[in-house]
């Protein structure tokens, strides 16, 4: 099965760059799609980008649009997203998701699309 496994979180000053990795580790043929969301303490679990492995789709949230990007690299079956100028806004818990099946491009910024989840990465950005 495909277990996202995500490094690179930190703590940064704002303005700072972060960039988070996501290894879909796993013997199964690759997801369909990988996403990136986060979850801020007493907030509820936000989109932040997804990315498809067969096709050429990338999906970024508003709030994020401009300073991040998501990426991936097929030989090594990882998803990259570079935060640039990092707010204090962006601290929060950072999870890769995994969706095995075709979802559509609507559908990405959904969690319950989503099937297989990375632990989470803290990241946490000071004024």
Not at 30 to 37: D, K, S, T, V
Not at 98 to 122: F, K, L, N
């Amino acid at each position: 099965q495909v277990q996202p496994v995500e490094s690179g979180g930190g703590s940064v000053q704002a303005g700072d760059s972060l960039r988070l990795s996501c290894a879909a580790s796993g013997r199964t043929s690759r997801p369909y799609a990988m996403g990136w969301f986060r979850q801020a303490p007493g907030k509820e679990r936000e989109f932040v980008a997804a990315i498809s492995w067969s096709v050429d789709i990338t999906y970024i949230s508003d709030s994020v649009k401009g300073r991040f990007t998501i990426s991936r690299d097929n030989a090594k079956n990882t998803v990259s997203l570079q935060m640039n100028s990092l707010k204090p806004e962006d601290t929060a818990v950072y999870y890769c998701a995994a969706a095995r099946w075709p979802i559509s491009t609507a559908a990405m910024v959904r969690p319950h699309e989503y099937d297989r989840w990375g632990q989470g990465t803290q990241v946490t950005v000071s004024s």
